[in-house]
């Protein structure tokens, strides 16, 4: 079939697919952008050679100091079941084949540190423990006990030792920990690890102290890390993962604004392609 072609028709046709000529070198030269990009390296440790073992020095560990606000469980075990009850929330019970018998209170299980970082520990009353660790405060309580039983054993652990994980993660969340020794990469396990658009070379701790908040930046990229001091986290830290800036730039851009662009483009690429129908 032959199809003959006035010239308007001819003209606007020509127009026609200049104009679609324009646009796809527009889209073939955004795609060929978009594509020179640079890749974003997602590889933690990338500086660490593949084919060599590498030593790198243990990062310093610090036993956390206790600071008002934290709540501590303390366990008092002696030779005497009967003793246990004047040092340990609870309740005498019973008595069975002559030994004493002890319900603990579940409500009752930890000792919450005050603003002058006292605790009131059964019958030795408030004794302060701010600034102390664990191995400190069992010294601290065998002191006390000293005249009233012999070879305690003391127990102490953190109940409420968290750290929060915000920002380019898959699960951003606040964890309480059953240990206090937590490393940064242990977190952002928890958190799901980091989401593709983490800006993996910026990292960011926030540690509260009592000269005040000090900031930390990591390069997750970098084997350095393993060996900061701030590998190992701190109660109460919280870590931020930035997000890469097309990340950003995606979310400041309006998804209406978007979708109205797009049928818009739709609607214009249609309105050229049956323009003789259309307007005949």
Known sequence: MIVFLTGNTFGFYLKTMKLTRSITILLLFGILSLSS??????????????????????A?????????????????????????VLFNYGVLSAERRGEAQVSQDPNLRGYTVDSNGFIEFPT??????????RDEVKALLREKMATLVRDPKIEI????????VLGEVNRPSTFTVPTERITVLEALGLAGDMTAFALRENV?????TPQGKVLHRFDMGESQVLSSPY???????????????KKLSQ????????TA????????????????????
């Open 37 to 58: 990009c640079a890749k974003r390296n997602l590889t933690y440790f990338r500086d660490i050679n593949q084919e060599s073992d590498l030593t790198i020095q243990n």
């Open 60 to 84: 310093p560990f610090e036993e956390p100091r206790i600071i008002p606000g934290d709540m501590i469980e303390i366990k008092v075990s002696t030779l005497n079941p009967e003793t246990n």
């Open 124 to 133: 030795l009353g408030a004794i302060k423990i701010e600034g102390l660790n």
């Open 157 to 164: 652990r953190f109940l409420n030792f968290k750290v929060t």
């Open 204 to 208: 960011l701790l926030i540690r509260e």
């Open 231 to 245: 590998f190992y986290l701190k109660q109460n830290d919280v870590i931020y993962v930035e997000a890469d800036k």
């Open 251 to 258: 979310a400041n851009v309006n998804p209406n604004v978007v």
């Open 261 to 280: 662009l797009s049928i818009a483009s739709s609607l214009f690429v249609a309105l050229i392609f049956n323009y003789n129908q259309i307007f005949k």
